[in-house]
Protein backbone atom coordinates (compact mmCIF):
# COMPACT_ATOMS: atom_id res chain seq x y z
CA UNK A 1 0.00 0.00 0.00
CA UNK A 2 1.16 3.68 -0.36
CA UNK A 3 2.95 5.14 2.40
CA UNK A 4 1.68 8.62 4.40
CA UNK A 5 3.29 10.47 1.08
CA UNK A 6 0.81 8.24 -1.16
CA UNK A 7 4.49 6.52 -2.55
CA UNK A 8 3.80 2.92 -3.47
CA UNK A 9 6.40 0.53 -1.83
CA UNK A 10 9.42 -0.72 -3.59
CA UNK A 11 10.09 -3.99 -2.05
CA UNK A 12 13.76 -5.11 -2.83
CA UNK A 13 15.69 -8.73 -1.82
CA UNK A 14 19.62 -8.70 -1.84
CA UNK A 15 20.90 -11.62 -2.00
CA UNK A 16 24.19 -11.41 -1.39
CA UNK A 17 27.54 -13.16 0.58
CA UNK A 18 29.99 -11.04 3.19
CA UNK A 19 32.60 -11.22 0.23
CA UNK A 20 29.97 -9.45 -2.18
CA UNK A 21 28.65 -7.21 0.39
CA UNK A 22 31.55 -5.80 0.99
CA UNK A 23 32.18 -4.64 -3.00
CA UNK A 24 32.36 -1.20 -4.65
CA UNK A 25 29.38 -1.60 -6.37
CA UNK A 26 26.68 -3.32 -3.73
CA UNK A 27 27.68 -0.59 -0.69
CA UNK A 28 27.20 1.91 -3.34
CA UNK A 29 23.94 0.77 -4.04
CA UNK A 30 22.95 0.27 -0.39
CA UNK A 31 23.78 3.39 -0.12
CA UNK A 32 21.64 4.73 -2.88
CA UNK A 33 18.50 3.14 -1.28
CA UNK A 34 18.82 4.48 2.08
CA UNK A 35 19.87 7.62 1.10
CA UNK A 36 18.67 9.06 -2.31
CA UNK A 37 14.66 9.56 -2.84
CA UNK A 38 13.74 7.12 -5.26
CA UNK A 39 10.49 7.95 -5.77
CA UNK A 40 9.02 4.89 -3.92
CA UNK A 41 8.52 4.14 -0.18
CA UNK A 42 11.75 1.42 -0.19
CA UNK A 43 12.03 -1.91 1.87
CA UNK A 44 15.42 -3.53 1.16
CA UNK A 45 16.28 -6.75 2.65
CA UNK A 46 19.58 -8.42 2.78
CA UNK A 47 19.82 -12.23 3.11
CA UNK A 48 23.10 -14.52 2.60
CA UNK A 49 22.66 -17.69 0.22
CA UNK A 50 24.61 -19.42 2.35
CA UNK A 51 22.34 -19.11 5.49
CA UNK A 52 19.25 -19.03 3.11
CA UNK A 53 19.75 -21.38 0.01
CA UNK A 54 15.72 -21.73 -0.05
CA UNK A 55 15.52 -18.33 -1.50
CA UNK A 56 17.64 -19.98 -4.42
CA UNK A 57 15.42 -22.17 -4.98
CA UNK A 58 12.06 -20.04 -4.48
CA UNK A 59 13.58 -17.31 -6.76
CA UNK A 60 15.15 -19.51 -9.20
CA UNK A 61 18.68 -17.86 -9.15
CA UNK A 62 21.30 -19.16 -10.50
CA UNK A 63 24.00 -16.80 -9.74
CA UNK A 64 24.83 -14.57 -7.02
CA UNK A 65 25.17 -11.51 -5.82
CA UNK A 66 21.61 -10.88 -7.19
CA UNK A 67 18.82 -8.47 -6.53
CA UNK A 68 15.01 -9.66 -6.51
CA UNK A 69 12.22 -6.67 -7.34
CA UNK A 70 9.46 -8.03 -5.13
CA UNK A 71 6.93 -5.47 -5.29
CA UNK A 72 5.74 -3.53 -7.45
CA UNK A 73 4.88 -6.52 -9.72
CA UNK A 74 5.97 -8.35 -12.05
CA UNK A 75 8.72 -9.97 -10.37
CA UNK A 76 12.28 -8.86 -11.59
CA UNK A 77 15.74 -10.36 -11.13
CA UNK A 78 19.19 -9.08 -11.33
CA UNK A 79 22.51 -10.70 -11.34
CA UNK A 80 26.06 -9.82 -11.24
CA UNK A 81 28.51 -7.12 -10.48
CA UNK A 82 26.87 -3.86 -11.75
CA UNK A 83 23.57 -3.95 -9.75
CA UNK A 84 23.99 -0.97 -8.74
CA UNK A 85 23.91 0.55 -12.73
CA UNK A 86 21.21 -2.06 -12.99
CA UNK A 87 19.05 -0.47 -10.63
CA UNK A 88 19.46 3.21 -11.96
CA UNK A 89 18.53 2.34 -15.09
CA UNK A 90 15.40 0.86 -14.43
CA UNK A 91 14.18 3.09 -11.71
CA UNK A 92 12.23 5.48 -14.22
CA UNK A 93 10.16 2.95 -15.95
CA UNK A 94 9.46 1.89 -12.59
CA UNK A 95 7.95 5.00 -11.83
CA UNK A 96 6.56 5.29 -15.22
CA UNK A 97 4.88 2.41 -14.33
CA UNK A 98 3.55 3.50 -11.31
CA UNK A 99 2.26 6.71 -12.69
CA UNK A 100 0.18 4.37 -15.36
CA UNK A 101 -1.09 1.59 -12.87
CA UNK A 102 -2.40 4.80 -10.76
CA UNK A 103 -4.08 6.02 -13.39
CA UNK A 104 -5.58 2.83 -14.29
CA UNK A 105 -7.82 2.75 -11.48
CA UNK A 106 -9.99 5.11 -12.87
CA UNK A 107 -9.50 5.31 -16.58
CA UNK A 108 -9.18 2.87 -19.26
CA UNK A 109 -5.63 1.57 -19.80
CA UNK A 110 -3.96 4.50 -21.58
CA UNK A 111 -1.96 4.28 -24.63
CA UNK A 112 1.71 5.20 -24.00
CA UNK A 113 3.99 6.70 -26.16
CA UNK A 114 0.85 6.94 -28.27
CA UNK A 115 1.02 3.24 -29.74
CA UNK A 116 1.53 0.75 -26.43
CA UNK A 117 -0.86 -0.25 -23.75
CA UNK A 118 -0.31 -0.73 -20.07
CA UNK A 119 -0.28 -4.48 -20.43
CA UNK A 120 2.36 -4.41 -23.28
CA UNK A 121 4.36 -2.41 -21.74
CA UNK A 122 4.38 -4.95 -18.59
CA UNK A 123 4.33 -7.59 -20.66
CA UNK A 124 8.03 -6.30 -22.79
CA UNK A 125 9.19 -5.90 -19.09
CA UNK A 126 7.92 -9.24 -18.24
CA UNK A 127 10.17 -10.67 -21.73
CA UNK A 128 13.23 -8.69 -20.76
CA UNK A 129 12.99 -10.19 -17.81
CA UNK A 130 12.54 -13.30 -18.76
CA UNK A 131 15.78 -12.69 -21.02
CA UNK A 132 18.09 -11.72 -18.66
CA UNK A 133 17.11 -14.69 -16.62
CA UNK A 134 18.05 -17.02 -19.52
CA UNK A 135 21.48 -15.00 -20.70
CA UNK A 136 22.42 -16.11 -16.33
CA UNK A 137 21.33 -19.51 -16.95
CA UNK A 138 23.21 -20.08 -20.25
CA UNK A 139 26.68 -18.70 -19.19
CA UNK A 140 26.33 -21.05 -16.39
CA UNK A 141 25.82 -24.07 -18.12
CA UNK A 142 28.69 -22.99 -20.36
CA UNK A 143 30.68 -22.66 -17.45
CA UNK A 144 29.30 -26.55 -16.47
CA UNK A 145 29.84 -27.92 -19.57
CA UNK A 146 33.59 -26.55 -20.48
CA UNK A 147 34.32 -28.34 -16.42
CA UNK A 148 33.06 -31.79 -17.74
CA UNK A 149 34.96 -31.83 -20.92
CA UNK A 150 37.83 -30.44 -19.34
CA UNK A 151 37.82 -33.29 -16.39
CA UNK A 152 36.39 -36.44 -18.88
CA UNK A 153 40.14 -35.25 -21.12
CA UNK A 154 42.65 -34.64 -17.88
CA UNK A 155 41.97 -37.26 -16.04
CA UNK A 156 42.54 -39.43 -19.28
CA UNK A 157 46.12 -38.80 -19.07
CA UNK A 158 47.02 -40.18 -15.21
CA UNK A 159 44.19 -42.94 -15.02
CA UNK A 160 46.01 -44.33 -18.90
CA UNK A 161 49.44 -44.21 -17.27
CA UNK A 162 48.17 -46.16 -14.18
CA UNK A 163 46.61 -48.59 -16.36
CA UNK A 164 50.30 -49.60 -18.29
CA UNK A 165 52.09 -49.45 -15.34
CA UNK A 166 49.37 -52.51 -14.16
CA UNK A 167 49.67 -54.22 -17.37
CA UNK A 168 53.70 -54.01 -17.03
CA UNK A 169 53.77 -55.46 -13.30
CA UNK A 170 51.38 -58.40 -14.42
CA UNK A 171 54.41 -58.79 -17.14
CA UNK A 172 57.27 -58.66 -14.93
CA UNK A 173 58.67 -55.49 -16.55
CA UNK A 174 58.57 -53.57 -13.48
CA UNK A 175 59.34 -54.65 -10.42
CA UNK A 176 57.01 -53.46 -7.14
CA UNK A 177 58.63 -50.69 -5.87
CA UNK A 178 58.74 -49.24 -9.58
CA UNK A 179 55.16 -49.98 -9.66
CA UNK A 180 53.72 -48.18 -6.44
CA UNK A 181 56.00 -45.34 -7.12
CA UNK A 182 54.04 -44.63 -10.18
CA UNK A 183 50.36 -45.49 -8.88
CA UNK A 184 51.24 -43.11 -6.10
CA UNK A 185 51.92 -40.41 -8.38
CA UNK A 186 48.98 -40.26 -10.69
CA UNK A 187 46.99 -40.91 -7.67
CA UNK A 188 48.78 -37.56 -6.13
CA UNK A 189 48.09 -35.73 -10.09
CA UNK A 190 44.66 -36.84 -9.53
CA UNK A 191 43.87 -35.34 -6.43
CA UNK A 192 45.77 -32.37 -7.83
CA UNK A 193 43.69 -32.03 -10.70
CA UNK A 194 40.54 -32.59 -8.60
CA UNK A 195 41.42 -29.95 -5.95
CA UNK A 196 42.11 -27.17 -8.73
CA UNK A 197 39.33 -27.98 -11.16
CA UNK A 198 36.84 -27.28 -7.99
CA UNK A 199 38.26 -24.26 -7.20
CA UNK A 200 38.14 -23.09 -10.65
CA UNK A 201 34.83 -24.06 -11.61
CA UNK A 202 32.79 -22.92 -8.28
CA UNK A 203 31.32 -19.51 -8.57
CA UNK A 204 31.28 -19.67 -5.17
CA UNK A 205 34.52 -20.37 -3.21
CA UNK A 206 34.92 -16.96 -2.98
CA UNK A 207 33.10 -16.84 -0.35
CA UNK A 208 35.17 -19.00 1.95
CA UNK A 209 37.76 -16.00 1.80
CA UNK A 210 39.32 -14.65 5.10
CA UNK A 211 41.63 -11.41 4.70
CA UNK A 212 43.05 -10.44 7.95
CA UNK A 213 46.50 -8.94 9.14
CA UNK A 214 49.31 -10.85 7.61
CA UNK A 215 53.07 -11.24 7.65
CA UNK A 216 53.79 -12.17 3.78
CA UNK A 217 57.23 -12.63 4.60
CA UNK A 218 57.03 -15.26 6.88
CA UNK A 219 54.44 -17.38 4.81
CA UNK A 220 56.48 -16.81 1.89
CA UNK A 221 59.71 -18.37 3.85
CA UNK A 222 57.29 -21.33 4.87
CA UNK A 223 56.34 -21.87 1.27
CA UNK A 224 60.03 -22.25 0.28
CA UNK A 225 61.10 -24.89 3.52
CA UNK A 226 57.49 -26.80 2.25
CA UNK A 227 59.23 -27.32 -1.46
CA UNK A 228 62.56 -28.02 -0.14
CA UNK A 229 62.63 -31.57 -1.47
CA UNK A 230 62.47 -29.88 -5.07
CA UNK A 231 65.94 -27.21 -4.59
CA UNK A 232 67.80 -29.58 -1.88
CA UNK A 233 70.66 -30.90 -3.66
CA UNK A 234 70.41 -29.67 -7.25
CA UNK A 235 72.62 -27.52 -9.08
CA UNK A 236 70.36 -24.46 -9.06
CA UNK A 237 70.52 -21.14 -7.29
CA UNK A 238 67.29 -20.28 -5.27
CA UNK A 239 67.70 -16.36 -4.25
CA UNK A 240 64.91 -14.39 -1.54
CA UNK A 241 65.07 -10.89 -1.00
CA UNK A 242 62.50 -10.40 1.93
CA UNK A 243 62.94 -7.38 3.54
CA UNK A 244 62.59 -7.18 7.37
CA UNK A 245 60.90 -4.01 7.38
CA UNK A 246 58.17 -5.10 4.81
CA UNK A 247 55.03 -3.94 6.28
CA UNK A 248 52.23 -6.64 6.96
CA UNK A 249 49.48 -7.08 4.14
CA UNK A 250 45.75 -7.34 4.32
CA UNK A 251 45.19 -11.23 3.23
CA UNK A 252 43.92 -14.28 3.25
CA UNK A 253 46.63 -16.53 4.49
CA UNK A 254 45.35 -19.66 3.25
CA UNK A 255 45.42 -17.99 -0.11
CA UNK A 256 48.24 -16.22 -0.41
CA UNK A 257 50.55 -19.85 0.56
CA UNK A 258 48.50 -21.27 -2.31
CA UNK A 259 49.81 -18.80 -4.58
CA UNK A 260 53.45 -18.72 -3.84
CA UNK A 261 53.23 -22.51 -3.32
CA UNK A 262 52.36 -22.19 -7.11
CA UNK A 263 54.55 -19.56 -8.73
CA UNK A 264 57.62 -21.27 -6.56
CA UNK A 265 56.72 -24.83 -7.72
CA UNK A 266 56.29 -23.79 -11.13
CA UNK A 267 59.67 -21.83 -11.27
CA UNK A 268 61.62 -24.50 -9.54
CA UNK A 269 59.72 -26.97 -12.19
CA UNK A 270 60.80 -25.24 -15.43
CA UNK A 271 64.47 -24.42 -14.20
CA UNK A 272 66.87 -26.69 -15.44
CA UNK A 273 70.34 -27.16 -13.35
CA UNK A 274 72.36 -24.26 -13.47
CA UNK A 275 69.37 -21.89 -13.54
CA UNK A 276 68.49 -19.87 -10.94
CA UNK A 277 64.78 -19.01 -9.05
CA UNK A 278 64.25 -15.60 -6.90
CA UNK A 279 62.01 -14.39 -5.27
CA UNK A 280 61.55 -10.80 -4.04
CA UNK A 281 59.00 -9.01 -1.68
CA UNK A 282 58.92 -5.04 -2.41
CA UNK A 283 57.18 -2.56 -0.96
CA UNK A 284 55.94 -0.85 -3.99
CA UNK A 285 53.99 1.45 -3.05
CA UNK A 286 52.02 2.70 0.10
CA UNK A 287 48.98 0.39 -0.61
CA UNK A 288 50.77 -2.82 -2.16
CA UNK A 289 52.84 -5.19 -1.58
CA UNK A 290 54.43 -7.01 -4.25
CA UNK A 291 55.49 -10.45 -4.90
CA UNK A 292 57.73 -11.04 -7.59
CA UNK A 293 58.95 -15.20 -8.39
CA UNK A 294 61.64 -15.08 -11.30
CA UNK A 295 63.42 -17.89 -13.16
CA UNK A 296 65.60 -18.86 -15.38
CA UNK A 297 63.33 -21.03 -17.35
CA UNK A 298 62.12 -21.38 -21.49
CA UNK A 299 60.20 -18.02 -20.86
CA UNK A 300 56.93 -17.44 -22.07
CA UNK A 301 55.60 -16.21 -25.74
CA UNK A 302 54.60 -12.38 -25.79
CA UNK A 303 50.85 -13.34 -27.54
CA UNK A 304 50.71 -16.36 -24.29
CA UNK A 305 51.14 -13.99 -21.69
CA UNK A 306 47.49 -13.34 -21.21
CA UNK A 307 46.02 -16.75 -22.20
CA UNK A 308 48.20 -18.84 -19.49
CA UNK A 309 45.95 -17.31 -16.86
CA UNK A 310 43.22 -18.55 -18.44
CA UNK A 311 41.82 -22.12 -17.26
CA UNK A 312 43.62 -25.30 -18.25
CA UNK A 313 46.01 -23.93 -20.63
CA UNK A 314 49.29 -25.35 -20.77
CA UNK A 315 52.07 -24.19 -23.41
CA UNK A 316 52.70 -26.68 -26.38
CA UNK A 317 56.19 -26.01 -25.85
CA UNK A 318 56.11 -27.13 -22.09
CA UNK A 319 53.67 -29.57 -21.59
CA UNK A 320 55.82 -32.79 -23.13
CA UNK A 321 58.50 -32.49 -20.47
CA UNK A 322 56.46 -31.05 -17.23
CA UNK A 323 53.34 -32.12 -15.68
CA UNK A 324 50.75 -30.20 -14.37
CA UNK A 325 47.20 -29.22 -16.00
CA UNK A 326 47.15 -26.17 -16.75
CA UNK A 327 44.67 -24.57 -14.12
CA UNK A 328 47.09 -23.23 -11.38
CA UNK A 329 47.34 -20.00 -13.00
CA UNK A 330 44.15 -19.51 -13.10
CA UNK A 331 43.46 -20.42 -9.68
CA UNK A 332 46.22 -17.37 -8.73
CA UNK A 333 44.35 -15.04 -11.08
CA UNK A 334 41.10 -15.51 -9.26
CA UNK A 335 43.00 -14.73 -5.36
CA UNK A 336 44.47 -12.20 -6.90
CA UNK A 337 41.54 -10.50 -8.08
CA UNK A 338 39.40 -11.24 -4.71
CA UNK A 339 42.51 -9.28 -3.12
CA UNK A 340 41.54 -6.46 -5.27
CA UNK A 341 44.77 -6.85 -6.97
CA UNK A 342 46.51 -8.53 -10.13
CA UNK A 343 48.64 -11.02 -11.14
CA UNK A 344 50.89 -10.42 -14.76
CA UNK A 345 54.44 -11.95 -16.13
CA UNK A 346 57.45 -10.29 -17.73
CA UNK A 347 58.74 -12.91 -20.12
CA UNK A 348 60.76 -13.55 -23.11
CA UNK A 349 61.21 -16.69 -24.93
CA UNK A 350 64.83 -18.20 -23.69
CA UNK A 351 64.96 -15.51 -21.08
CA UNK A 352 62.89 -17.12 -18.02
CA UNK A 353 60.14 -15.53 -16.25
CA UNK A 354 59.13 -13.33 -13.69
CA UNK A 355 55.25 -13.79 -12.59
CA UNK A 356 54.05 -10.94 -10.23
CA UNK A 357 51.26 -10.37 -8.18
CA UNK A 358 50.12 -7.07 -5.79
CA UNK A 359 48.44 -7.52 -2.46
CA UNK A 360 47.36 -4.65 -0.49
CA UNK A 361 49.31 -3.24 2.54
CA UNK A 362 47.74 -3.56 6.39
CA UNK A 363 46.33 -0.06 6.84
CA UNK A 364 44.05 -0.57 9.92
CA UNK A 365 41.39 -1.96 7.73
CA UNK A 366 38.10 -2.68 9.65
CA UNK A 367 36.20 -5.38 8.68
CA UNK A 368 32.28 -4.89 9.52
CA UNK A 369 31.16 -7.66 12.14
CA UNK A 370 30.36 -11.18 10.74
CA UNK A 371 31.67 -9.85 7.66
CA UNK A 372 34.43 -10.60 5.67
CA UNK A 373 36.01 -9.56 1.61
CA UNK A 374 37.46 -6.50 1.05
CA UNK A 375 36.77 -3.51 -1.60
CA UNK A 376 39.06 -3.04 -4.77
CA UNK A 377 41.16 -0.46 -3.89
CA UNK A 378 42.18 2.26 -6.58
CA UNK A 379 45.90 1.25 -8.63
CA UNK A 380 48.11 4.44 -7.91
CA UNK A 381 49.34 6.20 -10.95
CA UNK A 382 52.14 4.42 -12.57
CA UNK A 383 50.94 1.23 -11.02
CA UNK A 384 51.34 -1.56 -13.43
Do not use: Y
Not at 186 to 194: C, F, K, Q, T
Not at 202 to 222: H, I, K, S
Not at 364 to 376: A, D, H, N
Amino acid sequence: MPDQRGREPLVLLLLATKHHLASADLRTLISFLRQEDCGFDVSLEIADPALHPELLELHRLVATPALVKLEPLPKQVFAGNTLSQQLRSWLPRWQQMEVVSSLGLSLRPAEIDGSRTQREVQLEDQLLVLRQENETLIDRLGVQERLLRMVAHELRTPLTAAKLALQSHSLGQIDEPRFRDVLRRRLDDIEELSRDLLEVGTTRWEALFNPQRLALGQVAAEAILELEKMWVGRDLDLVTDIPADLPDVFADQRRMRQVLLNLLENALKFTSSGGRVSLTLLHRTSQWVQVSVCDTGPGIPREEQERIFQDRVRLPQTSGTTSGFGVGLSVCRRIAEVHGGRIWVVSEPGEGACFHITVPVWSGQIVPEGMTGLTKPTFSPGQP
